[in-house]
């Protein structure tokens, strides 16, 4: 069945450092959305890249789509303490499938 | 801003109680989606429901579960005979759209469920 993964599950860098975190499908997507769940709460939408080779930026954080769209990559630059949380990756093919997340701590 | 509230925050019921969590998503989306979420794990797809009716359903939801959208605002999952396995937080979401691209959900801060 399908199938969305992440690596890796669990990231701790230093405040400053650099953050990616990867994702890959096991079947083409028609897009692919990212997600930040801060402990406790619950997703939220942060982007959606559609069409393959797609790059996106928000701020620090920048978000590509793979050229056969079934792989998909954040990296956030410089990493802040407010950037705390599990980023989970969430493709769609006739239904949504939620990647298994990489769950990022900051140490200051 | 428009968000999504769920009701209760937080059910603790016996193995074998009938649940229902409930759901009023934002005013003008048209599509609803329930997820669930197991402690440490990753967000699971249940069910997508549009135009009164399931338009997607996963593995997860087999017979035991039901949606309804009772009402112009609600829209309820219902946990027939809960399992102690069914405990989870669950998440209700809603999106203006469902085509290819168009679905961006907005999520409420969910129901923890659980099953004792």
């Known amino acids: 069945g399908q199938q969305v993964m992440q690596i890796p599950q669990y990231q701790h860098v230093q405040e400053g450092e650099d953050f990616t975190t990867y994702c890959n499908s096991s079947?083409?997507?028609?897009?692919i959305q990212w997600y930040k769940q801060r402990p406790g709460g619950h997703p939220v939408f942060l982007i959606q890249?559609?069409?393959?080779?797609e790059v996106k930026k928000q701020k620090r954080l920048t978000f590509q789509f793979g050229e056969a769209k079934k792989n998909s990559s954040l990296h956030i630059t410089a990493t802040q303490t407010t950037d705390v949380g599990t980023y989970f990756c969430?493709?769609?093919?006739?239904?949504?499938?939620f990647g298994t997340g990489t769950s990022l701590t900051v140490i200051p | 801003e428009p968000e999504v509230t769920q009701t209760p925050s937080h059910q603790v019921t016996q193995m074998g109680q009938e649940v229902i969590l409930r759901c009023v998503p934002i005013?003008?989306?048209?599509?609803f989606y329930w997820y669930r979420q197991i402690l440490g794990q990753k967000v699971e797809f249940l069910v997508s429901?549009?135009?009164?009716?399931?338009?997607?359903k996963s593995e997860i939801f087999d017979d035991q579960f039901s949606v309804e959208r009772p009402d112009g605002s609600n829209f309820t999952l219902k946990i027939r005979s809960t399992k102690l396995e069914d405990s989870a937080m669950y998440f209700c979401?809603?999106?203006?759209?469902?085509?290819?691209?168009?679905?961006?959900?907005?999520f409420g801060a969910g129901t923890r469920l659980s099953v004792l």
């Open positions: 429901f549009y135009n009164n009716e399931i338009s997607e």
């Open positions: 005013s003008n989306h048209l599509y």
């Open positions: 890249l559609v069409k393959s080779g």
């Open positions: 979401a809603s999106s203006l759209a469902g085509g290819w691209g168009k679905n961006i959900q907005y």
């Open positions: 079947t083409t997507l028609s897009n």
């Open positions: 969430a493709g769609e093919s006739n239904q949504f499938y």
